[in-house]
């Protein structure tokens, strides 16, 4: 029979564990817009592939305008959570809030 083990505190204060826990929401959402950036392009090549009889190249062309909507996207919320965090005075351009903070509790605001 082992002896029980006995877990160390975490040394890492709240702010901290918040500030991971935000980071890692943010890592996690810039990777599925990535997915979602590659899947859009093979749709659109596969779309385009299509007859023109049939409803692919006008869908092509509504994938092909929501390409640039999402790696916009994609880079706006790499640039103000990782390059430029907003402070607490500093209002979103666009009226959303798309970075997570610790000051925040690690929730999302829209």
Same mark, same amino acid.
């Given at each position: 029979?082992?002896a ?5 505190p975490? +040394?890492?204060?709240?702010?901290? #564990? !918040? %500030?991971?826990?935000? &980071? ?5 959402v810039? /990777?599925?817009?990535?997915?979602a ?10 779309l385009?592939?299509l007859p023109a009889?049939?409803?692919? +190249?006008?869908?092509a062309a509504? #994938? !092909? %305008?929501?390409?640039p &909507? ?6 706006? /919320? ?10 607490t005075d ?8 798309l ?9 999302m605001? !829209?």
């Amino acid at each position: 029979m082992s002896a029980p083990s006995r877990a160390r505190p975490d +040394p890492r204060s709240g702010a901290q #564990i !918040a %500030d991971e826990q935000a &980071a890692a929401e943010i890592s996690a959402v810039l /990777l599925n817009l990535e997915y979602a950036l590659a899947r859009a392009r093979k749709a659109h090549r596969t779309l385009l592939r299509l007859p023109a009889s049939s409803p692919g +190249p006008a869908h092509a062309a509504a #994938i !092909a %305008d929501l390409i640039p &909507a999402l790696n916009q996207l994609r880079r706006d /919320l790499m640039q103000r959570c990782y390059f430029h965090p907003p402070t607490t005075d500093e209002a979103p351009s666009d009226g959303a809030q798309l970075c997570i903070t610790a000051s925040e509790g690690g929730r999302m605001q !829209a």
